[in-house]
């Protein structure tokens, strides 16, 4: 009884594809006038044939009175009711978070009745998971109760105004009407609860990148992502122990302060600016921190942007327990260029106002985000949408930024990364040496506390080389590298100060010149 009048509905829906002339429609159309026929015989089949031509030949006027007395008749028979959850809902930009629970839980039951599958790489990329192909049916069973999902797509058709009307993905869930109550209660919650969980059990983190050229629309993402399988930890991380304890606290203390941020009356997200000299662990931070609270990473090209509305929809594109990162702050833009210009217009207040696009530069490739997109998209109106986001910005000169961009409540932690002190040394020596004491730290530390080394620098003297690289030759080498640092440092000293006394000279001898003359 199901089967047939998912038949009927099935030709019902592809009927109205047929209007629009799509060839999904039309096949669609004839795999369920052919399993009508298997299913109910001849005569609902020719019915269903004269319906359909009469859905293709008829003007419109007449298709829409007979449509509002074939739903009728069918609402009267048909003792099932249907449920769609639609992936991306009317005019929606991002994914409806009730299909991406519903596609997990499904994957469960897919794995053991459905017939096509998709698979996935799971989390570790030890396993596979499944879920259900489109057109796919999957019967679910609650307190005794059954339910049937399909998984469908609407077919992407051009609409009567010229508009396009992409293809969509859906599922819908039919089940009997004596069990609405169970099933729109109960029975759903059920569903999104699991499969939420699913969710976060099966969860690979990803790195995603707007780099890649692709362009937003309806139901394609702009970002595009691998799976994200960094090694650093905050206990590989070289620092000065009760700095990198402060940083894990204030993290963690984020995480777990979505009720203060409410009551407080604030989006949930918080901005962190690391800056340093390169190589002192900026990039290696944004790793560690993602793996400890096991957050995706969006790494925004920021020249790869179009303009500040594009800029928008990247952000509303992320999810939530995300790190949105920006590399390179101040080598990404003219940011402090375009700030000034607008001083001059003596308009300072303007960069808080959404920015205005010209639209006749529109094709030019070159970014257009201004100082004032960026503003928006760290902490405007649109920002506070996902929440448990952190905004990372890196920079190895920090006194370029305007400060507008790095004032508190942008960036509510500034965290300097610098040269390797001999703390520091020792978090690296016990990783790279596994060695937590050696006659020959004595003198490193020494040599360490007059030479400014990066711990990049240090990292790569402690690499072996070759299999006859012992400790021992690897810290030796690390104290030929400091000592090298500091002799030039010596010798850039003694040039300086000739050069300075030079010209102190030169002055003098003009001075004398002058008072004789
Ligand atoms: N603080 C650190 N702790 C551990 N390893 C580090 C640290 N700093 C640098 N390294 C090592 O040096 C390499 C380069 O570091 P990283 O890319 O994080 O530097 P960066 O500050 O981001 O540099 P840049 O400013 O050039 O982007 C890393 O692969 C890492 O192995
Ligand atoms: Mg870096």
Redesign the pocket.
């Known amino acids: 009884m199901f089967l047939l009048f998912s038949s009927l509905e099935n030709i019902s829906s592809a009927q109205g594809q047929l209007h629009h002339n799509t060839t999904t429609g039309m096949w669609t159309g004839a795999a369920s006038m052919a399993s009508l026929w298997v299913a109910s015989g001849p005569t609902i089949a020719s019915f269903m044939f004269a319906w359909a031509m009469i859905q293709q030949y008829c003007p419109r006027a007449v298709v829409r009175f007979f449509q509002k007395y074939w739903s009728r008749l069918m609402n009267y028979f048909h003792p099932y009711i249907q449920i769609s959850i639609h992936e991306f809902a009317g005019e929606r930009l991002k994914s409806s978070e009730a299909f991406t629970a519903i596609e997990s839980y499904l994957s469960k039951n897919s794995s053991n009745t459905a017939k096509r599958l998709k698979a996935e790489i799971g989390k570790d990329s030890t396993n596979l998971v499944f879920s259900m192909d489109d057109h796919e049916k999957v019967t679910d069973e609650f307190q005794g109760v059954k339910v049937w999902w399909v998984l469908n797509r609407t077919g992407s058709s051009t609409n009567s105004d010229n508009s396009y009307s992409p293809d969509r993905r859906y599922y819908s869930l039919t089940f009997h009407k004596k069990h609405r109550s169970l099933v729109t209660e109960p029975y759903l919650k059920h569903v999104l609860s699991e499969g939420k969980e699913i969710r976060v059990r099966n969860r690979q983190r990803k790195l995603y990148t707007n780099g890649s050229g692709g362009r937003w629309s309806y139901h394609h993402t702009m970002w595009s992502h691998i799976v994200f399988e960094h090694p650093?930890t905050f206990d590989?991380?070289?620092?000065e122990a009760e700095k990198k304890q402060e940083i894990i606290d204030d993290l963690l203390t984020f995480t777990s302060s979505k009720d203060f941020y409410a009551r407080i009356g604030k989006a949930w997200k918080r901005g962190y600016l690391?800056f340093?000299?390169?190589?002192?662990?900026?990039?290696?931070?944004?790793?560690a921190i993602a793996n400890l609270l096991n957050y995706d990473i969006y790494d925004l090209e920021l020249t790869a942007v179009k303009n500040n509305t594009e800029l928008r929809k990247l952000l509303i594109e992320t999810t939530s327990k995300s790190i949105i990162v920006i590399?390179?702050i101040d080598c990404s833009l003219d940011l402090t260029g375009q700030r000034k210009k607008k001083e001059k217009k003596s308009e300072d207040d303007e960069k808080e106002k959404p920015p205005k696009e010209s639209s006749n530069k529109e094709d030019d490739t070159s970014s257009k985000v201004t100082l004032s997109g960026l503003l928006n998209f760290i902490d405007g109106i649109w920002s506070a949408c996902g929440g448990e986001r952190l905004i990372i910005f890196?920079?190895?000169y920090v006194e370029k930024l305007d400060p507008a961009l790095i004032r508190t409540g942008r960036m509510d932690k500034h965290i300097e990364?610098s040269y390797?002190s001999f703390e520091?040394f020792l978090?690296?020596a016990k990783?790279y040496l596994n060695l937590e004491t050696h006659p020959l730290f004595d003198q490193i530390k020494e040599l360490m506390e007059d030479v400014k080394i990066?711990?990049?620098?240090?990292?790569?003297n402690l690499m072996p080389k070759s299999p006859k690289d012992d400790i021992e030759k690897r810290l030796l080498k690390l104290i030929q590298t400091l000592q090298g640092a500091k002799e030039a440092a010596i010798i850039k000293e003694s040039q300086e100060v000739s050069t300075a006394g030079s010209t102190i000279t030169d002055l003098q001898l003009q001075t004398e010149g002058s008072s004789s003359s």
Do not use: Y
């Not at 590989?236 to 620092?239: E, N, Q």
């Not at 340093?276 to 790793?287: Q, V």
């Not at 990066?454 to 790569?460: G, L, M, S």
């Open positions: 650093a590989t991380i070289a620092m690391l340093g000299p390169p190589g002192t662990g900026k990039s290696t931070m944004i790793a590399e390179d890196t920079t190895n990364l390797c520091s978090v690296l990783n990066t711990p990049a620098d240090v990292a790569e």
